[in-house]
């Protein structure tokens, strides 16, 4: 049965919303709503919280929560710039959720998190002397202290210094596996999704547009829609390939190949070269078939000259194993 | 070139600054200081100022158990007639103090209300009830839209995250809201409570006794001359200065 089960849930803001929304979380799941900005998975996040006066239902095992306040909900919630509470310190802030709710074991609850978080050191320090990653690690804390059914994070990568992101990623994992807490995190970004997630929902427009496996999602997607928000390129329909069954498919950049010789591919193309891009490590090769135009990506140890002038003819060529339908 | 522009603003800032200075200085140090000692411990004088000062107390204490919740509804939330009940906070401090006077006096000197608080034994003309009032009548403003200001600086989502960990919205209110604000409201209850103390033209047609502090002032003045009413204003200046600043000072070193 499902930890967490979202039933037809809507919420308007403006011209906005949040439209006939329908998932489940799986008990000690990790759950990633992926979208863009302005997609509506914060405001998700904020109703499964109890901030928003929704539409539909929230239940949690069997009991429907969505008319109860947050404070009666058993959430923790990590926004993306942490909103740590100026007036306390950090013990404070961590604890903030003891004088309203029966924690128990609060000394030894404090301890652990503050050990594992390696926050011990600044337990007495005001927050406005932390660094991003310390405020993080201090509201993740709070989260936890305050022992909710389930943990909500809001972006939390995003107000960190990229160098410090992939360090963060693991440690969420760590995290993960040590409280077994089922979470949902909301992200834009498909690499924190990939490595995080168990399962993932994509969010567009105030819709969820699929949910699945990470895998599943990530290599699968349902329509063409979320296949370009999930950065899938060449895109064209069957019947390039010969097929007549009115639907699309796509092929990773990567797994194209690409000479002025003909190909010994599955599938092979004559096209005109229109643009070839030095990007760092590798090149972004643009070639004309037809109507279409495929893109390449060439790896510059793989280069071996131009393969043709602009303009032009070269040979496009793909794997039956690398076309993925949509 | 940057320093003609800098010396250009400080000699026009200074021109400012000895205005607004020199009357006080004069004030304060225009009496000697055995004058000044001498009129302190005058019967009169000490009652009236320890009127002001307790009334004005009074009056901001009311505004903050009143005023704080209007203060934080207007910050937080859009509801019919909020543009109205906005500008009826900012009235008062606009029109001209007798005129409060007067419009206080038709309110709370005769008729419905004023009866149905005399039912209670609360009377409000030439008592101190009456004083607190027009106090609050022409002060609140800058106690309610201080408030204002320091709430619409406090991040809603501290508020929200606050709920997740099991506050509700009064012990939200009192435990990080309010304390959050805490800067704005207490500049503005100073800025009431020093607005006030000065309080003159409401109160003398209202409650020209007991006597506070600014219509002993004029009486003294009217009846006696500058001689007798200059020891007594310079007194109130160098109490309010020094009241003012120990809070300012106070609420700075407020992290």
Redesign the interface.
Same mark, same amino acid.
Do not use: C, M, W
């Given at each position: 049965m499902s930890f967490l089960k979202i039933e037809n849930l809507s919420y308007a803001m403006g011209d906005f919303k949040l439209d006939n929304v329908n998932f489940s979380v799986h008990e000690g799941e990790y759950f990633v709503l992926l979208g863009q900005s302005g997609s509506g998975k914060t405001m998700l996040l %904020?109703s499964i919280?109890? *901030?928003h006066d929704v539409e539909g239902k929230i239940n949690f095992g069997n009991l429907d929560i969505s008319k109860l306040?947050? %404070?009666k +909900?058993d959430?923790? *919630?990590v926004?993306q710039?942490f909103?740590l *509470?100026?007036?306390l310190n950090v013990r404070d802030n961590i604890t *903030?959720?003891s +004088?309203?709710?029966q924690i128990g074991d609060e000394r030894e609850t404090l301890d652990d998190l503050s050990e594992f978080l390696g926050l011990t050191a600044l337990l007495d320090r +005001?927050i406005?002397n932390l660094s991003g990653g310390e405020r993080q690690r201090v509201a993740i804390a +709070?989260?936890l202290f305050?022992k909710?059914k389930i943990l909500l994070l809001d972006e939390p990568l995003s107000a960190i210094d990229p160098t410090f992101r992939n360090s963060i990623m693991k440690f969420l994992k760590q995290m993960h596996r040590k409280y077994n807490l089922t979470t949902i995190h909301v992200t834009h970004n498909f690499r924190e999704a990939s490595y995080l997630a168990d399962r993932i929902a994509i969010v567009m427009n105030g819709q969820i547009k699929q949910v699945g496996n990470t895998d599943e999602v990530l290599n699968h997607p349902v329509n063409i829609e979320v296949a370009e928000f999930l950065g899938f390129k060449n895109i064209f329909p069957t019947s390039l390939l010969g097929e007549e069954n009115n639907k699309q498919f796509s092929v990773d950049p990567n797994a194209i190949y690409l000479s002025k010789d003909k190909l010994t591919c599955d599938y092979m193309f004559e096209g005109k070269l229109e643009e070839c891009m030095g990007i760092v490590d590798h090149y972004k090769v643009y070639v004309r078939v037809g109507k279409y135009q495929f893109f390449a990506k060439v790896f510059q140890r793989e280069y071996q000259g131009c393969y043709a002038d602009r303009g032009e003819g070269i040979y496009v060529g793909f794997n039956k194993k690398d076309v993925s339908y949509l | 070139m940057r320093n003609w522009f800098i010396y250009g603003l400080a000699s026009l800032s200074c021109i400012i600054l000895l205005f607004l200075s020199l009357p006080l200085f004069r004030m304060i140090f225009g009496s000697d200081i055995k004058t000044l000692w001498d009129t302190l411990w005058q019967e009169d004088v000490l009652a009236s100022i320890y009127l002001t000062m307790k009334v004005s107390f009074f009056a901001v204490c009311f505004v903050v158990l009143t005023g704080l919740p209007l203060a934080f509804l207007i910050a937080r939330h859009n509801f019919f007639g909020k543009s109205f009940v906005e500008a009826l906070i900012d009235i008062p401090t606009m029109i001209p103090h007798t005129a409060a006077g007067i419009a206080l006096l038709l309110v709370f000197g005769r008729g419905v209300v004023a009866d149905f608080f005399e039912s209670f034994g609360i009377r409000f003309m030439d008592a101190e009830p009456g004083i607190m009032v027009a106090m609050m009548f022409l002060s609140s403003t800058y106690l309610i839209n201080g408030a204002k200001e320091g709430f619409n600086k406090v991040?809603v =989502? @501290?508020e =929200?995250?606050?709920?997740? @960990?099991?506050? /509700?919205p009064l012990?939200v209110f009192l435990?990080?809201s309010i304390? /959050?604000a805490?800067k704005d409201i207490i500049n503005g209850a100073l800025m009431m409570w020093g607005r006030g103390l000065g309080e003159f033209g409401a109160v003398v047609i209202f409650v020209y006794h007991p006597m506070v502090a600014p219509v002993l002032i004029y009486d003294r003045f009217t009846s006696y001359g500058l001689k007798h009413s200059a020891p007594v204003a310079a007194i109130m200046i160098i109490i309010s200065i020094f009241v003012f600043l120990s809070v300012r000072f106070v609420n700075n070193r407020l =992290?």
């Open positions: %904020e919280a109890g *901030f306040a947050p %404070e +909900r959430v923790g *919630f926004y710039d909103a *509470f100026p007036n *903030f959720s +004088r309203y709710k +005001r406005t +709070r989260a305050s909710p | 991040d =989502k @501290l =929200k995250v606050a709920r997740t @960990l099991g506050a /509700n012990q435990r990080i304390p /959050n805490r =992290k």
